[in-house]
Each structure stands twice: as structure tokens, then as C-alpha cells.
């Protein structure tokens, strides 16, 4: 698990306004660059190294950084704590009338602990509802340190099988699922998020031992379920990285519908989408 020690700065590769599916109201997204993940479904390979990268011709254009446009573009950028309250500052009206707040997002926001630790305490002491949004492959420590300025999280849970869940992500879950349960037994508001994925994450086998394992949790508010889709299909050849999925084809609304049935059978407020 690699972590970045700083806490005056970290590397994000976008902030996006007005965010209305990363948590409740309208939101700030902060994505931070880094994953320990590399699930074969993943709609932002560009996130996955925690450092900034140059992709050749790559033409991204992310909302911290409008300069992306040469044939040597960088994705991800070094930015200060003033510079991200800078940015998370311009919707504060927003967040008020809607209920809304700050999600910081990935990648996967916990392996910058300390940069993540000042932005959450900063945004605490302005008020604003805050929401990570993590995979939870990370030292427990890191939670330790944050929960106090965390109002919820957004907690992904995609395989119950360890064996499949290295497969398809490379990590085994052991760790993730420990961090899950310390969350609960910690009283931390929790949403559940499941990726969809055809033919591996819809399987009956799991989707029958993720509703065992949700049943032995005391705090889930909800569960959603998220249809794999195709949107970061173009970043692939963008980034010049291969795509093993190109063939999975998005649910239909009508078999998303099946799925969401089977999980009410637990007690949680089930949805489709964030």
C-alpha cells in the first residue's frame, strides 16, 4: 500500500462542481490521483499511479488544470490545501440550500491520509458535510485518524470471494472487509456501493454472499447498486492503456431491476446509481 507523507499538498487529478451522485445535495468532487486497485472494470485509468503522469496526444482536459492540451499532456496535478479549499469555497451557497457538501474521491482518497486528514478537518471547521468515497484497502490507522471528520461514507464492495476479488482487482479483500466491519462496530454512517459488473460481480454466488455478509452490519444507510457503463471506454486508447472489458456491455434498466430485488430482501434503502 503506498502512501504519500505530505500534508501541505497532494495530487489530484480533477475537482468537479456541482456534483449530484457522490453523496447527498450538490457536491464538490476532489479526485484524488492514486488506487492500490486495479479492478479490469475501472472507468478512470488515469487515476490509478499517484503521481502526475504524461500521456502523449492524450488531450484531457480535467477542471484543475486547463492547460492539458499539448501533445505531451499531464494528467494530475500537486496542489496545495488552500488551493482545493480555494476551489470547494465557490459553491458554499450551494451546499447550504441543498443539504450538499464535499466528497473526496479517486482513485482512492486514503492513501494521501495526512493531505486527506487537513482537507476533512478544514472542511469540518467551515461546517460543510464531508463524504469519502474509498475502496478500503488501506491500514485501519487511516480511518482512525479521519472517522471524527467524516459525516459518511461511500464504501465499495465488489467481490465476496477473495480468490475473485484478486482476480478482477488485484488485491485480495481480507483487509477491505475488516475495514468495512471497524466502520460499523464504530457507529460511521455507511453507503454501500456495488458494482454491476456482467458476469462477474451480478453472479448469483455473490450477490447471495454479499447480502450475508450486509445482513451482520448494524450501520448501512443505503446500498446502491451501480451498472457498469462504458464511460471512460475513450481514456483507454487516450492513456494508451489497455482495455480489457471493451466488449461488457452496460445492464438494461429492466435486468438492474432483478438485481435491486434481490437485495430487498435486506432492511437498507436499495438504489441504482450513486
Not at 495530487?11 to 486497485?37: M, N, S, W, Y
Not at 455507511?190 to 460481480?201: D, K, L, N
Not at 447480502?211 to 447498486?225: A, G, M, P, Q
Request: charged residues 25%; aromatic residues 10%.
Amino acid at each position: 500500500m503506498t502512501e504519500v507523507k505530505t500534508n501541505t499538498s497532494g495530487v489530484i487529478f480533477d475537482i468537479k462542481r456541482f456534483a449530484i451522485h457522490d453523496g447527498p445535495g450538490i457536491r464538490t468532487t476532489v479526485f484524488f490521483k492514486g488506487c492500490p486497485l486495479r479492478c479490469l472494470w475501472c472507468h478512470n485509468p488515469e487515476s490509478h499511479k499517484i503521481l502526475p503522469e504524461k500521456f502523449e496526444g492524450c488531450n484531457f482536459r480535467g477542471n484543475i488544470n486547463h492547460s492539458l492540451s499539448s501533445q505531451n499532456d499531464e494528467v494530475g496535478r500537486e496542489v496545495t490545501i488552500l488551493e482545493v479549499m480555494k476551489e470547494i469555497e465557490k459553491d458554499s451557497v450551494f451546499y447550504e440550500q441543498s443539504g450538499g457538501g464535499v466528497t473526496f474521491s479517486g482513485g482512492e482518497p486514503t492513501i494521501q491520509p495526512d493531505f486527506l486528514f487537513s482537507l476533512l478537518k478544514e472542511c469540518n471547521e467551515m461546517g460543510l458535510h464531508t463524504t469519502v468515497d474509498t475502496c478500503g484497502y488501506v491500514p485501519t490507522r487511516v480511518f482512525e485518524k479521519i472517522i471524527d471528520y467524516t459525516d459518511l461514507f461511500l464504501y465499495d464492495l465488489k467481490l465476496i470471494n477473495d480468490e475473485l476479488h484478486h482476480k478482477y482487482t488485484g488485491v485480495s479483500n481480507k483487509v477491505i472487509h475488516t475495514n468495512l466491519k471497524w466502520l460499523d462496530n464504530n457507529d460511521q454512517n455507511i453507503c454501500i456501493r456495488i458494482p454491476v459488473v456482467p458476469g462477474i460481480t451480478d453472479a448469483q454466488e455473490n450477490i447471495s454472499e454479499t447480502i450475508n455478509f450486509l445482513t451482520k452490519l448494524d450501520n448501512i444507510s443505503e446500498i446502491s447498486l451501480l451498472p457498469y457503463h462504458r464511460a471512460g471506454e475513450g481514456k483507454y486508447s487516450r492513456f494508451k492503456k489497455e482495455n480489457k472489458f471493451a466488449q461488457i456491455t452496460t445492464p438494461e434498466n429492466g435486468y438492474m431491476q432483478k438485481v435491486v430485488d434481490q437485495f430487498k430482501i435486506l432492511p437498507h434503502k436499495i438504489k441504482i446509481g450513486g
